[in-house]
């Protein structure tokens, strides 16, 4: 039985996915090169400090120490940027009603997110108190693939592994929910998503008593 629901933010609450390519491309631009939409598929759920590493990987560019906190930190402001146009109807469809159902069924919830911006994003969608607990980039010191992140949320509800469902869109993200224990369920494709016990495009018409029908 399922007894906690963990969420992923960007990409699963809100599409700041693009507002992280937008702002890792002007990185790359920058510095010389592109960054293709296939390329970003790859800094989902990833760190700041290692999507930096992997997108001056593409470019083949090396760095300073110094070098690389100043244009992650670049990277970052340019982001906060795009994210201030974030309003509460950029919640992505259905994800509002489907958290709302799983209140009525007293099944908790979490957010999962490897981002330090996760309390801001939050904030600006009003949905800060939606979730009985919060788990972001700021608390988790190893990132997903790493179930971490995942593991404390299940910890700070007190439900075991087994009985978490973790929704991602990130391949790195179903990654961790697996090695933690957990039912991954991926919203994207089912071709990028492959590890995912199911995938769905998104919660848009998704009813939290179909979708545990389908698991089981
Ligand atoms: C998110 C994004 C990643 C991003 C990471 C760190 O993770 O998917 O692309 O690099 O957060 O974000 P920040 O630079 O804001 O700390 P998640 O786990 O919410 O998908
Ligand atoms: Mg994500």
């Known amino acids: 039985t399922v007894q906690a629901c963990l969420f992923d933010l960007d990409g699963v609450i809100v599409d700041t996915a693009k507002y992280h390519y937008l ?9 010389g090169f592109d960054l293709t939409l296939e390329q970003n598929e790859l800094l989902k759920g990833i760190s700041r400090m290692e999507s930096l590493e992997i997108v001056l990987g593409i470019g083949g560019v090396k760095l300073s120490e110094e070098e690389k906190l100043k244009f992650a930190a670049e990277k970052n402001a340019q982001y906060l940027e795009f994210c201030k146009q974030i309003t509460p109807d950029d919640a992505l469809p259905g ?8 209140k009525a069924d007293s099944i908790k919830t979490g957010l999962g997110s490897a981002s330090k911006n996760a309390k801001t994003i939050l904030t600006n969608l009003d ?3 939606y979730f009985d607990t919060i788990v972001d980039g700021n608390r988790a010191t190893k990132g997903k693939p790493d179930p971490q992140v995942f ?23 179903i990654q961790a929910a697996k090695a933690g224990g957990m039912i991954g369920v991926g919203i994207g494709q089912a071709s990028v998503l492959t590890e995912a016990d ?19």
């Open 127 to 129: 949905m800060l108190n």
């Open 151 to 173: 593991l404390m949320g299940a910890e700070d509800l007190s439900v075991a592994p087994e009985h978490c469902i973790v929704f991602e869109d990130a391949v790195a993200g």
């Open 23 to 31: 702002a890792w491309r002007q990185l790359a631009n920058q510095l």
């Open 198 to 216: 199911y995938v769905m495009p998104g919660f848009d018409g998704v009813t939290v008593k179909d979708l545990f029908e389908k698991l089981k």
């Open 95 to 102: 994800v509002r009603d489907f958290l709302d159902e799983l």
